[in-house]
Nanobody, 124 residues
Framework: QVQLVESGGGLVQAGGSLRLSCVASGRTFSNVAMGWFRQAPGKEREFVSGIDWRGGYTYYADSVKGRFTISRGITKNTVFLQMNSLKPEDTAVYYC?????????????????WGQGTQVTVSS
């Protein structure tokens, strides 16, 4: 079965950094875009960042632009999210997602596979 597993979440002080990782298995993801979403309690799931099939194009939500960096490994089945200058409003469960398109999509319904999520908590 296809499986996506996130790791790297935890508790960090405001202004600090955290690096999330996602490893996909069960099929190749070398020809599809991947992305990160997050969901806080009582809030809708929101797009954070995406990266295209080759890793050459990246896209970020306005709320994280300039602070977060997405990348993927050479095999294209691994994706990372480097988070710097973290703020309390970044607190959420972060989900890794894999799509069926070459190109980045920004809505949850456009992704085929999802991880279980990893908790990120930023204290003030």
């Amino acid at each position: 079965q296809v499986q996506l597993v996130e790791s790297g979440g935890g508790l960090v002080q405001a202004g600090g950094s955290l690096r999330l990782s996602c490893v996909a298995s069960g099929r190749t993801f070398s020809n599809v875009a991947m992305g990160w979403f997050r969901q806080a309690p009582g809030k809708e799931r929101e797009f954070v960042s995406g990266i295209d099939w080759r890793g050459g194009y990246t896209y970020y939500a306005d709320s994280v632009k300039g602070r977060f960096t997405i990348s993927r490994g050479i095999t294209k089945n691994t994706v990372f999210l480097q988070m710097n200058s973290l703020k309390p409003e970044d607190t959420a469960v972060y989900y890794c997602a894999a799509g069926s398109s070459y190109f980045v999509q920004t809505t949850p319904g456009q992704y085929d596979y999802w991880g279980q999520g990893t908790q990120v908590t930023v204290s003030s």
